[in-house]
């Protein structure tokens, strides 16, 4: 039997840039969120879409931030991970001291929603 991951929010602690950030979230190459503003102390709903999950190191939740004057900047990666499954809302974070700080509410079930 497989496992399943659900988002449920995005939560701005600090951006990256000055102002505003670009966002989005990405998991497995598939979006979970955005491409949106956000600001510190935003929270923003994410697609509440079922992923399944394939345990392995390809479980992974990215998160990006659009530059318009030069590449995209990677914000970080989180690894989704099945022995979580079962026990409610997890929280993934995304934290660069000095730079940005985010974290992604989600939860994993052995069967889908």
């Known amino acids: 039997m497989g496992h399943y991951v659900r988002f449920y929010q995005l939560r701005c602690i600090e951006t990256q840039d000055n102002g505003e950030d670009e966002l989005w979230v990405d998991f497995r190459g598939q979006r979970v969120w ?25 479980d992974v939740v990215s998160l990006w931030d659009q530059d318009s004057a030069d590449p995209d900047d990677h914000l970080g990666d989180f690894h989704i991970e099945t ?14 001291f000095g730079s940005h700080h985010y974290t992604l509410t989600y939860e994993v079930r052995q069967q889908a929603w």
Do not use: H, K
């Not at 079962?86 to 993934?92: F, K, P, T």
């Open 34 to 58: 955005g491409r949106g503003s956000i600001n510190n102390g935003d929270t923003r709903p994410a697609n509440n879409q079922v992923f399944a999950m394939v345990d392995s190191p390809a």
């Open 83 to 96: 022995r979580f499954s079962g026990l409610g809302e997890q929280v993934a974070e995304f934290r660069r």
